[in-house]
């Protein structure tokens, strides 16, 4: 069993910058493959941005450039640095993680981009 926290979440202005941060428990987190989601209202859940064990990441194409992931195996955690963030980016982020056979959800982190 895996524990997922999100943190970081928040309001913020057009073109500023946010960090989201997911901390797991209950297992060797380096084994997991790390990713971020998000979903706004009226819409299905989309993959933003994921990290293997081997730190091999993908962006979806919309946060290409502006969104960089990262993780800390010795912090169990992975970061999403979110950068010259957009109306478009407010959403409930969530965190997961998974194996070929398993996966993990955290419970969400609410971002809003509005002046």
């Known amino acids: 069993q895996v524990q997922l926290v999100e943190s970081g979440g928040g309001l913020v202005q057009p073109g500023g910058s946010l960090r989201l941060s997911c901390t797991a428990s209950?297992?060797?987190?380096?084994?997991?493959?790390m990713s971020w989601y998000r979903q706004a209202p009226g819409k299905q859940r989309e993959l933003v941005a994921q990290?293997?064990?081997?730190?091999?990441?993908n962006y979806a194409g919309s946060v290409q450039g502006r969104f960089t992931i990262s993780r800390d195996n010795a912090k169990n955690t992975v970061y999403l640095q979110m950068n010259s963030l957009k109306p478009e980016d407010t959403a409930v982020y969530y965190c997961?993680?998974?194996?070929?056979?398993?996966?993990?959800w955290g419970q969400g982190t609410q971002v809003t981009v509005s002046s």
């Open positions: 990290i293997t064990s081997g730190g091999n990441t």
């Open positions: 209950g297992q060797i987190f380096s084994f997991f493959t």
């Open positions: 997961k993680a998974s194996t070929f056979a398993l996966e993990y």
